[in-house]
């Protein structure tokens, strides 16, 4: 009796539903287009239906990742958020900096003399705009962003001043981390805390800049140590930072074809993964030791390597200034002329003789203190950016730097082809950072208001020849040209004490000297021989230097005579050379 009860009810039901989907007779019927809204109404509310459906579910799927995830993995997820961020800040940047300077230039100064007082504040003030912005945004993203802001410091004769001052900022002092993270890193890498390995450590970084921070510590005999920590997302972060920088540079190609920097981040991509690992920094400090050690008043920070990883460096403590930090130089009792003539020396001897340079030279990474001797002492940090520099090319180097001092044009052209640079003229400039004039040997260390102005301009209406000298030279040149340059700003800012062309020719001459010295064969492992061929190399270059100056100056002082008693008479550009 049930189950037929049940099958009278399904029927009814059956039959219900028919009459639902069909109307009564009588009644009247629905018109096409009812049917068709119906059915659009249906559609938008199963989109809507979908969209939020999405718009929570996705989130509150993520979220649940998220949280069930172990720390590493989450930190990834941040990265790709964060990585989008810092894609749409370096945008805004860019787009506000080019915005303010099309409406400086082309409202609020527009009509006024370039060297009116109304020009030159409003251009300032859109300078230092700029640069602000450019400091935050590099502060905010972080790591190679703090990197590429670091190396325009040290093209202070060509950015405004503006610049110079505010990214200054950039080269000791930019992040720091909160505690948890170092200690997440350190359980990482070495499965114990800081205060596990150290007697003492100082959470409280006394450096930060762009790859990590430096703490304070000591080890349990009681040595006082450096420790370089690297933030903690670095190295996760690092492609995703690259391809945003490779995005921006190809907008920029776009919208300005001349402007293609992207193959030098092409090129330097590698070197600067290298940066990343920490362990490869304490290799490259100790051969620099190594390289360096006949140098009494260079010091490199002993590694200790127990307490190293390749996110983690732990070396040898020691105190000084700033190279920069002239107050302090000079209240030490130290000459600025020795310091920065040990500066230069140092350099030099790695470009030309070594071969193995120190690609980051800036202040932050070059302290000054009182050794021994009582004397200007340097300490050379942060080991992690190194280019070699082939044999080949040290003695096409050293032969260019010579014969740029001598003024040996047909010589100048001869080594600029061997480093495969046709437009030599432009290159030895390049190199040199500043304008050459052949009628004249001596070249002042500070550029006069013409000189910059000289520069400037070249880099703005020569900037096609000027990267096409960049790509034919050999790919190494590109970050000497940052050492080079890196240390005549410093020079610059000790006040220029020291003639650094000629100091770094000197050391150009006996490099190329040893090295001629130790390719002939047994004869090498005499050093007398060495030292002989060494000096006698110095000599004929200091010979040479000399004789030139004294024949330009008979020269000058003859041609002034004959004009004086009226046997012959001198045009402008005659006058110019004689003055």
Not at 54 to 64: C, D, F, K, M
């Amino acid at each position: 009796m049930t189950g037929e009860t049940n099958r009278v009810l399904r029927l009814c039901l059956h039959h219900m539903a028919l009459l639902r989907r069909r109307p009564l007779p009588g009644s009247p019927l629905r018109p096409a287009g009812s049917f068709s809204s119906l059915r659009e109404d249906k559609r938008r509310g199963l989109l809507w239906k979908t969209l939020v459906g999405l718009s929570v579910g996705v989130p509150v799927a993520v979220g649940v990742k998220y949280a069930v995830s172990e720390p590493r993995k989450r930190r990834k997820m941040r990265i790709v958020i964060e990585g989008f961020g810092r894609l749409c800040r370096s945008l805004s940047v860019g787009i506000f900096i080019s915005v303010d300077y099309w409406w400086t230039t082309n409202v609020a100064v527009r009509g006024l003399d370039e060297s009116s007082p109304s020009y030159l504040a409003e251009m300032s003030a859109c300078h230092q705009r700029a640069a602000e912005c450019m400091v935050e945004g590099a502060i905010r993203n972080g790591g190679i962003y703090i990197k590429l802001g670091q190396g325009l410091c040290s093209f202070n004769h060509l950015l405004p001043p503006e610049y110079i001052r505010t990214l200054q900022i950039l080269e000791d002092k930019a992040l720091n981390r909160r505690y948890k993270e170092v200690d997440a890193l350190f359980r990482e890498d070495f499965n114990k805390t800081p205060e596990q390995l150290f007697k003492t450590f100082d959470h409280e970084p006394i450096a930060a800049a762009s790859l990590a921070q430096v703490h304070k510590a000591e080890l349990f005999d009681g040595t006082p140590v450096a420790v370089k920590v690297q933030y903690i997302d670095l190295r996760d972060r690092f492609d995703g930072d690259i391809r945003t920088l490779e995005i921006l540079l190809d907008i920029v190609k776009f919208m300005h074809p001349s402007f293609g920097f992207r193959w030098v981040l092409k090129d330097l991509k590698g070197t600067l993964a290298q940066e990343l690992d920490f362990e490869n920094e304490a290799k490259n400090s100790e051969r620099c030791a190594e390289e360096l050690k006949h140098f009494s008043f260079v010091t490199v920070p002993k590694v200790f390597w127990e307490l190293t990883s390749k996110r983690v460096l732990t070396a040898e403590f020691c105190n000084g200034c700033k190279i920069n930090n002239v107050e302090e130089i000079k209240r030490q009792g130290l000459s600025l002329k020795d310091t920065a003539d040990k500066l230069i020396r140092t350099f030099a001897e790695q470009i030309f003789y070594t071969g193995f340079i120190h690609a980051d030279p800036h202040p932050g990474n070059v302290l000054v203190r009182r050794g021994p001797d009582n004397k200007a002492e340097l300490v050379l940090l942060d080991h992690g950016l190194y280019e070699y520099l082939s044999q080949c090319d040290r003695v096409a180097l050293c032969k260019l730097w010579r014969s740029i001092v001598l003024r040996d044009e047909a010589a100048m052209e001869k080594y600029s082809n061997a480093l495969g640079v046709k437009e030599y003229f432009l290159f030895c400039e390049m190199l040199l950072q500043r304008p050459i004039n052949m009628r004249q040997l001596g070249l002042s260390n500070i550029l006069s208001r013409e000189e910059t102005a000289y520069m400037r301009e070249m880099a703005s209406h020569r900037f096609d020849s000027i990267m096409q000298v960049l790509k034919s030279m050999p790919r190494p040149m590109l970050l000497v040209f940052r050492n080079i340059n890196t240390v005549r700003s410093i020079n610059i800012t000790l006040g220029a004490p020291v003639d650094r062309y000629f100091v770094m020719a000197k050391s150009a001459v006996r490099g190329w000297g040893r090295i001629q010295a130790e390719r002939t064969g047994m004869l090498p492992r005499f050093w007398v021989f060495r030292w002989v061929r060494t000096t006698w190399e110095s000599l004929k270059f200091e010979l040479a230097l000399r004789w030139e100056m004294a024949s330009m100056s008979v020269t000058r002082s003859f041609l002034s005579l004959l004009s004086y008693v009226g046997l012959i008479s001198l045009d402008a550009e005659m006058y110019e050379y004689l003055r």
